[in-house]
């Protein structure tokens, strides 16, 4: 059964991404994938023919597969079905938010595919301008207005320095929607939906202790070091789990039933280089 086991840890099995997706009747041919974990693949797919200059033609498109292969013998399509259904509404909520992703349309049962943003993530630590992170934080406040908890913010690679020099967010998939009904619930639902807010801050607050200390003010400074209770109950659960992750990627990629992709363009985050030491 382990011979074939690596094919359990990613989201489209065996299968190979599309090489072309076409939208609005312009083709986009494969560039490069970003991530092809368990939960989710996402690629880059460009444009060929440049000379439309409609506001059809994308100088590139993301494709996102949701969960679609089962897990030993667990069928979990539902899975990708849920979550693709959960992302896109989330994205449907956000309709109009400058800065997150486009929606342009679904893909079939387990994917959707937005616009793509030219620029780099804040795991490539790059040189940031001083007001990037009052963007940013402007940014979420109105993702917050939507009553939505963002909820990934820990991840730098889900936030976006564009070429046009602001903040982007992307990867919407665990983030919640928590509005204010059935109305016997509204005090706990809006507690929840605070505590959570309140954690994107935190995390918006140490990323640029991190990554901007000359640009901190002192109120932001304290707000990077206060740990809620929110925070402290999303680390239990959550760092078992991640160490878990990285000590079968270690293992799969130690014993040769993983292997270093070639077009697959890693981040810090994925990057077996971390598995392997």
């Known amino acids: 059964m382990l011979k074939n086991f690596e094919h359990n840890l990613y989201a489209c099995g065996k299968k ?39 506001d ?8 996102k597969l949701q969960r679609q292969h089962g897990f030993l013998f667990v069928p979990m ?11 896109t509404a989330i994205l449907d909520y956000l ?33 940031l301008p001083q007001d990037f992170f009052d963007k940013l934080l402007e940014l979420v406040r109105k993702v917050h207005q939507r009553d939505i908890i963002y909820l990934d913010m820990n991840k730098r690679g889900n936030i976006i320095l ?11 998939q665990i983030s919640l929607h928590i509005s204010n009904k059935p109305w016997i619930l509204r ?18 607050c140490k990323h640029k202790r991190k990554l901007s200390p000359k640009f901190l003010r002192p109120h932001e400074y304290v707000i990077s070091r206060r740990k809620s209770l929110f925070i402290k109950i999303h680390r239990i659960i959550t760092t078992p789990i991640t160490r878990l992750r990285r000590n079968l990627l270690k293992y799969f990629y130690t014993k040769g039933m ?11 985050e994925n990057d077996p280089k971390r598995f392997m030491k």
């Open 258 to 268: 993983m292997a270093k992709e070639e077009n697959m363009h890693y981040s810090p």
């Open 187 to 204: 005090p706990i639902l809006k507690y929840i939906r605070r505590m959570g807010q309140a954690a994107d801050i935190y995390h918006i």
């Open 16 to 54: 190979s991404l599309p090489e072309s997706v076409t939208v609005a009747d312009v083709e986009y041919q494969l560039e490069k994938i970003f991530k092809h974990d368990f939960f989710a693949a996402t690629a880059l797919y460009k444009a060929q023919k440049q000379t439309d200059t409609s």
């Open 162 to 172: 564009g070429d046009d020099g602001n903040p982007h967010l992307i990867d919407f």
């Open 56 to 63: 059809k033609n994308h100088a590139g498109v993301i494709l």
């Open 95 to 127: 309709n109009q938010i400058p800065n997150t992703p486009n929606l342009l349309v679904r893909y079939g049962k387990y994917g959707f595919i937005y616009e793509y943003v030219e620029g780099v993530t804040l795991d490539d630590t790059p040189d």
């Open 77 to 87: 399509a539902w899975l990708g079905r849920l979550t693709c259904r959960h992302e």
